[in-house]
C-alpha cells in the first residue's frame, strides 16, 4: 500500500513539473503503473489533496533540515550571518537536488507550483517553519530586507535549482558543474538579498 502512494507521488511530481497541474489523476496513476483508474483517488481524494501529499512527502524532511542549519548558526554565534542564513535557506532544497539525479522532479513540481497559480500552497509549520525562522533573521540582519525582496529571492532559488534538476539529466552535466551552478546561485540570493533597497 505504501509503496503504492509512493509511486503514485513521484508520478504525480514528474507530471506536475513536465505538463502542469492540468494533468489528470487517471494520466498520474497510468503513470505510476496502476490499472484502476480510480487509485489516484483512492489514494488522494482530489488533486489538492495529492498536491498536499507531495508537500508533507518531499518538504517535512527539507524543513527539519532547514531548522537543523539555524541551530548549527545559532550554537556558532552566525545568526546575523547573511552568507550562512542564504545557505540554510537554499542548502536543503540544493542537496536534494544534487543527491537525487534522475531520481525527481521536485524543484521543478516547486516552481511550477510557484508560477502556477494553483490554488493549493499548504502553510503549515511542518513545511515553513524553517524558512520562517531563516526569514526572521535575514530580517534582523538587513533591516530593509522586504517581503517582496524575500519573494522574487525564493523564486530566483527554486527555478534555477528546477533548471539544475533539468540539466542533472544529461549524463554530460556532471556532478561538478551541478554543484558549481549551485554556489553560483548562492552567490546571487547573497547579491539579491543584501542589495540597497529600490529607490521610491
Known amino acids: 500500500m505504501e509503496d503504492t502512494r509512493i509511486a503514485i507521488l513521484l508520478a504525480a511530481e514528474r507530471l506536475f ?7 489528470s489523476l487517471r494520466e498520474i496513476g497510468a503513470a505510476a503503473g496502476q ?14 489533496q495529492l498536491v498536499e501529499a ?3 512527502y518531499r518538504m517535512v524532511s527539507r524543513n527539519r533540515r532547514r531548522l ?10 552566525r545568526a546575523a550571518d547573511v ?3 542564504t545557505d540554510a535557506l537554499a542548502r536543503p532544497i540544493a542537496e536534494h537536488v544534487l543527491d537525487n539525479r534522475g531520481r525527481s522532479a521536485y524543484a521543478r513540481f516547486s516552481a511550477r507550483l510557484m508560477l ?16 520562517a525562522a531563516v526569514a526572521e533573521l535575514l530580517a534582523r540582519a538587513l533591516p530593509g530586507l522586504t517581503r517582496e525582496r524575500m519573494g522574487i529571492a525564493s523564486l530566483h532559488m527554486v527555478t534555477v535549482l528546477a533548471s539544475v534538476e533539468t540539466r542533472m539529466e544529461d549524463p554530460a552535466f556532471s556532478d561538478e558543474q551541478a ?18 533597497p529600490a529607490s521610491a
Do not use: W
Not at 490499472?35 to 489538492?48: I, P
Open 17 to 23: 513539473a513536465d505538463r502542469g497541474f492540468s494533468v
Open 35 to 48: 490499472r484502476n483508474h480510480s487509485a489516484v483517488q483512492y489514494h488522494f481524494g482530489t488533486k489538492e
Open 83 to 85: 552568507a550562512a542564513l
Open 68 to 77: 537543523e542549519l539555524i541551530e548549527q548558526l545559532r550554537a556558532a554565534g
Open 179 to 196: 554543484q558549481a551552478a549551485v554556489a553560483d546561485l548562492m552567490v546571487t540570493l547573497v547579491a539579491m538579498l543584501a542589495a540597497p
Open 116 to 131: 502556477s497559480g494553483f490554488p493549493v500552497n499548504p502553510m503549515s509549520e511542518a513545511y515553513t517553519e524553517g524558512v
Open 54 to 56: 507531495l508537500f508533507e
